[in-house]
Structures are given as structure tokens and as C-alpha cells.
């Protein structure tokens, strides 16, 4: 793998309004930043795939507006661009969404809104976002600016899209694989040959020159507590590609709304200290979810510098959170980014893994759960201390 050399300074001549930002924050960021080794993909340089390429645009934009002019609103977002999909994963946060899909016009709409409101990294999502035909259009138009990531399956990939994506300036890619025995990722997606789908793809992402490109994997709870998430990025590591992109399951859909398959607090740090171990070696980054959105790191954004709108145009604090605070079509998206904003703070936990219960009281059966019961439910949800980061932020 290579590493930048002298990666500060680089980002340091790129940016010199670094030297704005308030000295608490900076050294917050130093901080942060040695726990990483900074990659040199292509001509990009990267910490993790969760920020933009320090070197580029969307990061100078994330130094300017975000560290010192500390503007409101989110800086992250991710789209569904499809609902459909031809795996079947029980834990999908979009299982139990539905609605009419928004149309390529919709979405670039969208797209270019987010972009106004001050949105400077984008994920695809879906449903599976090869299935949208627009995809590399889409990409071309959100990554003037902004750093733009993939998340697929894998499935319908050729290497001439794979090339064409990074062309539109795609600048990573994260192929959801959930586990090193072909059968049981089989099973948790629900069809027959997810596994090798999912091997090819990173095969053929590998083959485009300078694009990051790295797996996104859903650790049970079973994987945690018996310890085998070790062995599982042991096999990660040996198919060669750039990070780990790491979450624990969430209790996002109805049928993981039970305290058994949350993880303890104990079991997060547990895996912050297993991330903060790989990365000192010279190997694969692992960046887990946990980590980067951990009370010691950024915490939880939900709402506040994170969205997610769907592939019905519903728009909800984050892809976990089976909440709509209104819908595209029916409201301007300004508005709903103020509304959100609002009534998410930030914390220094995780929305979801502590508030699924309330949830499931305010839920009717609906996911996710309509704007007038979510409004109810926030009335009664008590917010926790906010992150380190925000900490100094807000101070
Ligand atoms: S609710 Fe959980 S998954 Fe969603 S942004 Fe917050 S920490 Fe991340």
C-alpha cells in the first residue's frame, strides 16, 4: 500500500486557511489524523473513506465552511438512487421503505440542492445504485465540489462502468460484504452467489487506476462477542483493496428492534481499540462507523451534519434511522434540512442503537415511522452530552 509522505504538509500548501481554524480544533484534527496512515490513491490522498481526499476540493470547501465559518446544515449525505436491488439482506435499512421512486431528474435535483445547502461528501445507495442507468451521469454532475462514494453490491458491475464511474470523478467505491464464508454471506444477503458477485466486483473496481476502493461490511453482534472480527479482516486484508468501511449491525428494520442484537458500549470501544490497532500498521485501513461517530471522535450527527433522502425522496437523519421528517416532493428540502436540524443537536451516541425502543412505540407498523409520529417521538427523547469534537465546536 502506499503511503503519502509528508502528507501535513501537502495539505497544508493545498489549504493554507488551515491556519484559521481555532488551535482547539486543529489539534483535535492532529490528533484524529495520527491514528490514520494517509494513502496516496491515484493522485488522491486519503485518510478514510468517511471525509473527503485531503487534497481535494470538497476538503478545502470542509476547512472553509465547516471548521471556520461553521456553517449550519449538514456536510454529508447520502442518496438512494434505485429501491430496487436483487439481494435480499434481513438487516437492509431499506427493506421496509416504499413509495414511488424518484426519477433521475428528481434526483439530480435533489442532488443539487444538497450541493447549495453545503454538502461536500455524497454516498450512492440504494437499493443497489448500479441498477440507476443515470448512475455515471448522476456522478459526473455531484462530484464537481464534493467527493462522491459508492456503496453497491457489486451486482451488474462491468469494468467498463467501473472505469466510467471514476471518469465522473468517483473517488471510492465500498462493496458490502458481510463475512469470509461464502455461505453465510449467501444467507444474510438472501440469494445464491452474493459472495462471488461481491468478490468480482472488487476485482474489477481494483482494476481501475486510482480509485479507492475497499469493502463495507455488517458485523453481527455473534462476530463481535465471539471475536471474530480479527479473522474476518484478516480475510479483508488479503483481497487487497484500501479500507475496511466497518459497521455494527443496527436496529434500523422491525425485526432487529431487540436488545440482543445491539451492541454494548463495552463492545463499541472494544472495536474503536481493535481500528486504532490495525491502523498503526502499514496494511489496510479499517474505519469503523463506531470510531469516526464515537463519543471520543465526532459523535452522532444524525440530522445535524448528516442526511439521508431516500430513493422515494423521504428524508430521514441517517440511513439507520426509519424516520421521515417529510418528503421532497411535498416540501423544499431547505426546509426540511432546517426542521431536522432543529431537533438533532448531535450526541456523543449513537441516535438509533439507544432510541430503536421509542421507535417501536411510535411505528404503527409504518417504516419509516411518518413525520407527525416522529415529531412526537423526538418530544420525549432525551439527548445525550455531545461528542469531543462538538464539544470544542460549539464552545
Ligand atoms: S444514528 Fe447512529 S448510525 Fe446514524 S449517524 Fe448517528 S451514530 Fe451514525
Request: net charge positive; aromatic share 10%; charged share 25%.
Amino acid at each position: 500500500m502506499k503511503t503519502a509522505r509528508l502528507p501535513a504538509l501537502q495539505v497544508l500548501w493545498r489549504n493554507p486557511h488551515m491556519l484559521k481554524v481555532r488551535p482547539s480544533l486543529s489539534l483535535f484534527f492532529l490528533d484524529y489524523m495520527r491514528k490514520f496512515r494517509v494513502r496516496k490513491v491515484g493522485e488522491n490522498l486519503i485518510l478514510h473513506s468517511h471525509l473527503p481526499p485531503l487534497n481535494s476540493p470538497a476538503y478545502s470547501r470542509f476547512i472553509r465552511e465547516q471548521l471556520i465559518e461553521k456553517r449550519e446544515g449538514p456536510s454529508h449525505a447520502q442518496v438512494g438512487l434505485t429501491a430496487e436491488c436483487p439481494q435480499r439482506c434481513s438487516y437492509c435499512y431499506n427493506r421496509e421503505r416504499k413509495g414511488q421512486a424518484m426519477d433521475s431528474a428528481e434526483i439530480l435535483a435533489v442532488v443539487r440542492e444538497l450541493k447549495r445547502l453545503g454538502i461536500l461528501w455524497l454516498g450512492w445507495t440504494g437499493g443497489e445504485p448500479l441498477l440507476n442507468k443515470d448512475i455515471v451521469r448522476l456522478t459526473e454532475e455531484a462530484s464537481d465540489g464534493c467527493a462522491v462514494k459508492l456503496f453497491t453490491t457489486g451486482s451488474t458491475l462491468t469494468p467498463g462502468m467501473a472505469r466510467d464511474l471514476k471518469a465522473a470523478g468517483l473517488f471510492s467505491v465500498s462493496v458490502s460484504l458481510d463475512h469470509w464464508k461464502p455461505e453465510v454471506h449467501d444467507r444474510n444477503r438472501g440469494v445464491d452467489g452474493a459472495f462471488a458477485t461481491a468478490l468480482r466486483a472488487v476485482e474489477i473496481f481494483r482494476n481501475v487506476d486510482g480509485l479507492h476502493v475497499g469493502v463495507s461490511a455488517v458485523l453481527s453482534r455473534d462476530m463481535i462477542r465471539q471475536g471474530q472480527t480479527d479473522e474476518f479482516l484478516g480475510f479483508l486484508e488479503g483481497l487487497g483493496i484500501h479500507e475496511a468501511w466497518l459497521s455494527e449491525l443496527k436496529p434500523s428494520v422491525q425485526a432487529f428492534w431487540n436488545d440482543s442484537y445491539v451492541i454494548s458500549e463495552d463492545e463499541r470501544v472494544g472495536l474503536v481499540r481493535l481500528q486504532d490497532r490495525y491502523n498503526r500498521r502499514n496494511g489496510m485501513t479499517v474505519n469503523y462507523l463506531g470510531h469516526f461517530e464515537g463519543r471520543e471522535h465526532f459523535g452522532c450527527n444524525a440530522g445535524r451534519k448528516m442526511i439521508y433522502v431516500d430513493a422515494f425522496g423521504e428524508v430521514s437523519p441517517c440511513v439507520f434511522t426509519p424516520m421521515t421528517m417529510g418528503n421532497v416532493r411535498d416540501r423544499p428540502l431547505a426546509q426540511i434540512v432546517r426542521d431536522m436540524r432543529e431537533r438533532f443537536p448531535s450526541e456523543e451516541s449513537c441516535f438509533i442503537n439507544k432510541n430503536y425502543r421509542s421507535f417501536q412505540a411510535h411505528s404503527k407498523g409504518a417504516i419509516p415511522i411518518a413525520r407527525e409520529d416522529a415529531l412526537e417521538m423526538l418530544e420525549n427523547v432525551t439527548f445525550a452530552p455531545m461528542s469531543k469534537f462538538f464539544k470544542l465546536y460549539d464552545s
